[in-house]
């Protein structure tokens, strides 16, 4: 079967990450509905938490995201949930992400109408961020998840800046859930040779946008394995490319006398970030994804 | 419609570059054959040649091949054929070359399979070159071509080295083809921040096989709009791979106080090719290209 024309990608976060049956049915929840395809399940148990990745047709999609809620609304309850991750909902975060013949603006307008679907039919207040933000505070997560679950819990009904953007202003067991839109999201970690977890922490500093670097990166440092470890959330890798954190982070590392031994990518990453590294590296100019044989073959034989 | 599951590319050469009509009905009998999809035809007048890029299914691919050696034999006399490029027929190269789910082996049979038509229907002389060649001085074409159209006429019949593979030992106005399979060929050029040839010639010495360089480039130094450029075949990527061949160049450049500009990929590239690039820059040791979101996709969607 050829690729539709039109994919987004959905990454709904679960506050379930321990039993396996609740977590069973929110995937069934969605595999319900025809062209949304699930590209991975993981969960958590420490965090008591499940994060799904699926792709597929936008319409198709939200249709799915909404049976999916319901199921985690019906099956999860918050003031019974515990667990190390933040969170304000059965279903906590919903992001939408363009991916092939959808714009960032197609995808605001998914999260509007599923935000608008959740809060009307199932009485959850719902909250839009990053892209689909209707106030500049509300781009950023960790301001709408302030106090989680059990301080929202008030905070809706007094405080008139945590009024939601659909739904009642009050919580019930399956708490509020965020929905919004933003770009792919690459987790990428650049391993030192090093023990010395120290400059991994300096390095992570000098990277990430929190503390003065660049724009689309957070990097945490930490020990794995013995080794230290820059790990990172790329939020927009058009803008702020793969290339560049790397060659920022071998600078910084050449400063404390260390050197990258080597890097991973955790999960997928589209393949117009990895072309662009190539591109970069190789000083090709006027390169374009056409001139990929499989794209170009796409092209001729797959329309 | 979903690209095939086994596909080979094949670059056909024929010895026209000034009638269009002629090349025309060649191009004609290619697209007869379903499940064969043209990419790209090039004409060169100086050379009087064109090269033609073909995808399609294997057996489809032998049987257009086949048809158009019939048809540019019937329309090419070599006796009245003049160019600057060397040839030895009408179609004077035909090379397979192994895309998905086909190996060089898998080419290497579709070459002697058409080699051994065109031999005995055609009444045409085929040599079998590189990975299909059955001697080893036949695997270099240069060899094969000794002398070319002219020089041939007599050497096939007195000379034993040069008895075909397949056909008689006696050339007609359609001379003799050269049939085989080989890897993709990446055409690749660099460009230094200089005006002076001499060291792009310097440095295409120093990278290429021939002169004791690297196994599977071919180079040139050359001036191209006023700037030095090292133009090159790469004929093994997966041998010989992009980066290394850019990192030689790069530091053969310092060495006379150059260095590149920018560089070009002429045609097409494999996905492969550039994965491999962004892999080595970003020393991603575990990667795999199902990390790359459009592979997956066709993975979980497209089968």
Same mark, same amino acid.
Request: charged share 25%.
């Given at each position: 079967? &050829?690729?539709?024309?039109?994919?987004?990608?959905?990454? *709904?976060?679960?506050?379930?990450?321990?039993?396996?049956?609740?977590?069973?049915?929110?995937?069934?929840?969605?595999?319900?509905?025809?062209?949304?395809?699930?590209?991975?399940?993981?969960?958590?148990?420490?965090?008591?938490?499940?994060?799904?990745?699926?792709?597929?047709?936008?319409?198709?999609?939200?249709?799915?995201?909404?049976? &999916?809620? !319901?199921?985690? &609304?019906?099956?999860?309850?918050?003031?019974?949930?515990?667990? #190390?991750?933040? %969170?304000?909902?059965? /279903?906590?975060?919903?992001?939408?992400? *363009?991916?092939?013949?959808?714009?960032?603006?197609?995808?605001?307008?998914?999260?509007?109408? +599923?935000?608008?679907?959740?809060?009307?039919?199932?009485?959850?207040?719902?909250?839009? =961020?990053?892209?689909?933000?209707?106030? *500049?505070? @509300?781009?950023?997560?960790?301001?709408?998840?302030?106090? #989680?679950?059990?301080?929202?819990?008030?905070?809706?009904?007094?405080?008139?800046? %945590? &009024?939601?953007?659909?739904?009642?202003?009050?919580?019930? *067991?399956?708490?509020?859930?965020?929905?919004?839109? @933003?770009?792919?999201?690459? !987790?990428?970690?650049? =391993?030192?040779?090093?023990?010395?977890?120290?400059?991994?922490?300096?390095?992570?500093?000098?990277?990430?946008?929190?503390?003065?670097?660049?724009?689309?990166?957070?990097?945490?440092?930490? +020990?794995?394995?013995?080794?230290?470890?820059?790990?990172?959330?790329?939020?927009?890798?058009?803008? /702020?490319?793969?290339?560049?954190?790397?060659?920022?982070?071998?600078?910084?590392?050449?400063? =404390?006398?260390? /050197?990258?031994?080597?890097?991973?990518?955790?999960? +997928?990453?589209?393949?117009? !970030?990895?072309?662009?590294?190539?591109?970069? =590296?190789?000083?090709?100019?006027?390169?374009?994804?056409?001139?990929?044989?499989? %794209?170009?073959?796409?092209?001729?034989?797959?329309?």
């Amino acid at each position: 079967m &050829a690729l539709p024309q039109r994919l987004v990608e959905c990454v *709904p976060n679960f506050s379930e990450g321990r039993r396996q049956d609740v977590i069973d049915e929110i995937v069934a929840a969605i595999r319900s509905v025809p062209r949304v395809w699930i590209l991975d399940v993981e969960s958590d148990p420490d965090h008591n938490r499940s994060v799904i990745t699926c792709v597929g047709e936008p319409e198709a999609v939200v249709d799915a995201m909404f049976r &999916a809620i !319901a199921k985690a &609304a019906e099956l999860i309850n918050l003031d019974e949930h515990e667990g #190390e991750h933040p %969170r304000i909902g059965a /279903t906590d975060v919903v992001p939408f992400v *363009p991916l092939r013949g959808v714009t960032m603006q197609d995808c605001v307008e998914l999260a509007r109408l +599923l935000g608008q679907r959740v809060g009307e039919e199932l009485g959850i207040p719902v909250y839009l =961020y990053e892209a689909a933000a209707t106030r *500049p505070d @509300r781009e950023n997560l960790a301001n709408i998840r302030k106090g #989680e679950y059990e301080g929202l819990k008030e905070a809706i009904k007094s405080d008139p800046d %945590r &009024a939601p953007d659909f739904g009642p202003r009050e919580l019930g *067991p399956a708490g509020a859930t965020v929905i919004g839109a @933003r770009e792919f999201l690459i !987790a990428f970690n650049v =391993y030192l040779n090093t023990d010395d977890v120290s400059v991994a922490k300096k390095i992570a500093r000098a990277v990430r946008h929190s503390s003065g670097g660049l724009r689309y990166v957070k990097a945490l440092g930490m +020990l794995v394995g013995g080794q230290a470890q820059v790990s990172m959330n790329l939020t927009n890798f058009k803008k /702020t490319p793969i290339f560049r954190v790397v060659e920022m982070i071998r600078r910084e590392a050449a400063r =404390y006398g260390c /050197t990258i031994t080597h890097s991973e990518l955790v999960g +997928l990453t589209p393949l117009e !970030a990895m072309l662009d590294v190539a591109q970069w =590296y190789l000083q090709l100019d006027d390169f374009t994804a056409s001139q990929v044989l499989e %794209r170009r073959l796409e092209e001729v034989i797959g329309e």
